[in-house]
């Protein structure tokens, strides 16, 4: 570690420790030599794209060592179901026993159906301490068991570490690592330091994250205000800020890895939970629902779409309105050829709106065959039949990459997860005997696993501020606004667009569109933005070790 890169961890420890009101000592992070190498005679983690076969299983998960405890069901080796409390069992090492990282990753993938994270975090403390017996500090047991106890808990802070956002789980983590390193051996003492800080340098990175998308939420209204003050000047669009589609592809990939990263495996499972018919406690059912990254990036989508629409429908000439039509497509089919089929399939659901694909004197000046082959790609036919099979080309490819480039896989994110959604709806979660169905499990693990391969990746594309700012915080229209403007291009042609015209010129609808065009032209009239929207875009970097780098400047 550099003296660069140590300052700035101290910093963040420290800065999280004040936000916190906890109090952190920073620790330079040298590996402890007697628990790396009882740590790596342990199995191993595989990557998360090896961690399951096809049919959702590992193969070998339970050949080296069956369960000792009951309640729980095998068939070929496979665990299909048990009950809860022979399952949280099944996930505490003991002397001679540590549980499988696909099982680990799994289950605690799928107990948040059941119960908090904290009460499974008591749970499991309440293990260690009964089964290992740590407070005795003389005890053989304690050495050999507390590597273990300490992998448990790296794995549980490294995959699922939103969790201990939760106060109640943060002290149960600190209690049980407390007693790892408080006895008369010493040795794991930096360990647990190493592993809580890489702990507090996500959540500080999540918190900067959440800062930065609350900015950029505001930032078009607020240099709104601004601007009316300022002097206009050559209109812009998005050709004007990056004529290069190919360019534009690159930076719209930038965003979308970016918010993939911080999507925490746990929110699939959350954004569809329901309340067990076990459990007694309505308060927790409410307490499991955070899924606010999954929803910001849903919502990034959105705003693709109404962007693209947008910068379609506002041109007054026929021309320029064609020009954007075509720009916009070659975006699409470098999106599609870098892997990044989330925005692919934006910027054709913004064309396919009905403000944009009515203007039939605009299409007729575009060169269609591209679109066209795009639109095939993403048919939705036979359930997305074309594109399921693209996206197995892209993830076979990202397997086999000899670049970053080739590495990127960025999913249709509706489809995926709409996809999960009718695995959880159509499979039960648990059995009629009250056992927890694993079996379903397995498969949803399966399918967050490769989210969260694809997910680590790094974008190999050189940043561009500019464009980063313009598609982030330029205003876009209203779906009023968007009929409006198209038919302010192109006039109403039947009854229902003459009716629909007339009631939006009703309901104070057209005053809304002017004021939005005024607006939305107004920012556009502004190069370079105002410095507010600048301030939005303050990058912040994470120390050494820490997630990926936001830094849109």
């Known amino acids: 570690m550099t003296q660069t890169e140590e300052l700035q961890d101290r910093q963040i420890v420290s800065n999280y420790s004040l936000k916190s009101g906890t109090y952190w000592i920073w620790q330079p992070f040298e590996a402890n030599e007697a628990l790396k190498e009882t740590l790596e005679s342990m199995p191993q983690t595989p990557p998360f794209s090896a961690m399951f076969d096809s049919s959702g299983y590992n193969r070998n998960l339970y050949q080296s060592a069956e369960d000792s405890c009951g309640g729980l069901y095998y068939h070929d080796n496979n665990l299909l179901s048990g009950s809860l409390e022979a399952l949280i069992q099944h996930l505490v090492p003991n002397v001679d026993y540590y549980p499988d990282r696909t099982y680990i990753f799994t289950f605690l993938l799928s107990s948040r159906l059941f119960m908090h994270p904290y009460e499974l975090m008591a749970k499991v403390c309440h293990l260690c301490v009964e089964h290992q017996r740590l407070s005795d500090p003389d005890s053989d047991k304690m050495r050999k068991i507390a590597p273990k106890i300490l992998q448990l808990l790296t794995e549980w802070t490294e995959t699922f570490p939103y969790d201990f956002r939760d106060e109640r789980m943060m002290r149960n983590l600190k209690d049980l690592a407390h007693r790892i390193a408080s006895g008369e051996e010493q040795t794991y003492r930096k360990n647990v330091q190493q592993m809580m800080q890489c702990l507090i340098r996500k959540l500080a990175a ?153 203007l ?38 990202s397997l086999t990459a000899h670049s970053s480039r080739e590495k990127i896989v960025i999913p249709f994110f509706s489809l995926l997860i709409k996809d999960i959604y009718f695995l959880n709806e159509g499979c039960a979660n648990r059995l009629p005997n009250g056992h927890v169905n694993f079996e379903k ?48 291009s192109e006039g109403p042609e039947n009854h229902i667009e003459k009716d629909r015209w007339k009631s939006l010129r009703l309901d104070g609808s057209l005053d809304k569109y002017k004021h939005e065009r005024h607006q939305a032209m107004s920012v556009r009239l502004i190069e370079g933005g105002s410095a507010q929207a600048r301030c939005a875009f303050q990058g912040y970097r994470l120390g050494p070790g820490g997630s990926r780098s936001t830094s849109w400047v």
Not at 252 to 263: D, K, S, V
Not at 267 to 292: G, I, M, W
Not at 381 to 387: A, G
């Open 206 to 358: 999540l918190s900067q994250y959440e800062e930065v998308l609350a900015k950029i939420s505001s930032t078009s209204t607020d240099r709104l205000t601004v601007l009316k003050t300022k002097p206009q000047s050559i209109q812009r669009d998005i050709i004007t800020v990056c004529s290069d589609p190919y360019t534009l592809a690159q930076q719209l990939t930038h965003i979308e890895l970016e918010r993939l990263n911080y999507i925490g495996p746990e929110e699939f499972v959350q954004a569809f939970v329901q309340k067990d018919p076990l459990d007694n406690d309505k308060s927790c059912y409410s307490e499991r629902k955070k899924t606010r990254n999954l929803e910001a990036y849903v919502e990034w989508f959105n705003r693709l779409s109404y962007l693209v629409a947008t910068e379609i429908c506002m041109p007054v000439k026929k021309k320029h309105r064609a020009r954007m039509i075509e720009y916009f497509i070659d975006v699409a089919r470098e999106c599609f050829n870098i892997g990044n089929f989330n925005s692919l399939m934006a910027i054709i659901s913004g064309m396919n709106m009905s403000p944009v694909s009515r």
């Open 360 to 397: 039939k004197k605009t299409w007729a000046k575009v060169k269609t065959a591209k679109f066209d082959i795009l639109e095939h790609q993403m048919d939705p036919s036979s359930n997305f039949y074309n594109y399921r099979t693209a996206l197995r080309g892209a993830a076979q490819r």
């Open 441 to 488: 499990f397995w498969e949803l693990a399966k399918q967050v696993s490769e989210f969260m391969t694809w997910k680590q990746v790094e974008c190999p594309f050189e940043r561009d501020r500019k464009i980063l700012q313009y598609l982030l915080t330029v205003p876009v229209f209203s779906e009023d606004a968007l009929y409006l403007a198209s038919y302010e």
